[in-house]
């Protein structure tokens, strides 16, 4: 079974500049999470979407960064304009039902530097 | 308000002993714990669970243990491998809480040889 698709790995920008990762779920999983991991902490939600509808946004700043996820499959996270403290590592995952034991799935993340 | 608590940011650990990794948590309604462990450049993976209503859960050589009263769990492997080498993150969840978990800050785990 194939796991989570990310891509970029790796982006290096300017401040000020846009960024855009993408992400492809696990097949058939419903619920797709955008993850924002800075170096030395753990990771923090950004955005989570049941289908193509958003459960929870509540912790991304929406000043700046921007996700959709159309169709209910593939989701994408735009940063716009990027900030040096937004560089970090962006993790998708995805879900199929309840996650309390263990039914998360991660991707490989996209490492943002912003210089 | 950090809610997940990750005291120890790395743990050196010999080779077939025991590595013990911790984590503290503040708010009581909380009734699902998950370890996750995460390698460079690879996402996290899930390693053990244990529902509040458990004290312990045993996989293998990972074991988990959980003090409602003290709001504490534990993480021990044995016998520790080169291979455990990795971050882990003790991961915490509210049944009915819409799958949002929190995340502690992690534990750099080395197994020297």
């Known amino acids: 079974e194939a796991g989570v698709a990310q891509s970029p790995r790796y982006k290096i920008i300017e401040k000020r500049q846009s960024v855009a990762f993408w992400c492809n779920p696990i097949?058939?999983?419903?619920?797709l999470y955008w993850y924002q991991q800075i170096l030395g902490q753990g990771p923090k939600l950004l955005i989570q979407?049941?289908?193509?509808?958003?459960?929870?946004d509540s912790q991304l700043p929406k000043d700046r960064f921007s996700a959709e996820r159309l169709k209910g499959v593939d989701s994408t996270l735009k940063i716009q304009p990027a900030k040096l403290e937004d560089s970090a590592v962006y993790l998708c995952?995805?879900?199929?039902?309840?996650?309390?034991?263990?039914?998360?799935?991660f991707g490989e993340g996209s490492r943002l530097t912003v210089l | 308000d950090q809610q997940v608590k990750q005291n120890s940011p790395s743990l050196s650990v010999q080779e077939g002993r025991i590595s013990i990794l911790n984590c503290d948590y503040t708010?009581?309604?909380?009734?699902?714990f998950l370890w996750y462990k995460k390698y460079p450049a690879e996402g996290p993976t899930f390693l053990i669970s244990?529902?509040?209503?458990?004290d312990k859960n045993e996989d293998g050589r990972f074991t988990v243990f959980l003090n409602k009263s003290a709001k504490h769990l534990s993480l021990h492997i044995v016998p520790s491998q080169p291979g455990d080498s990795a971050v882990y993150f003790c991961?915490?969840?509210?049944?009915?809480?819409?799958?949002?978990?929190?995340f502690g800050t992690g534990t750099q785990l080395k197994v020297e040889l």
């Open positions: 991961v915490i969840g509210i049944t009915g809480g819409g799958n949002k978990l929190t």
């Open positions: 708010n009581s309604m909380f009734d699902y």
């Open positions: 995952a995805s879900s199929l039902g309840q996650v309390n034991t263990g039914e998360l799935f």
């Open positions: 097949s058939g999983h419903a619920t």
């Open positions: 244990i529902s509040s209503i458990k």
């Open positions: 979407f049941q289908n193509n509808g958003v459960v929870d």
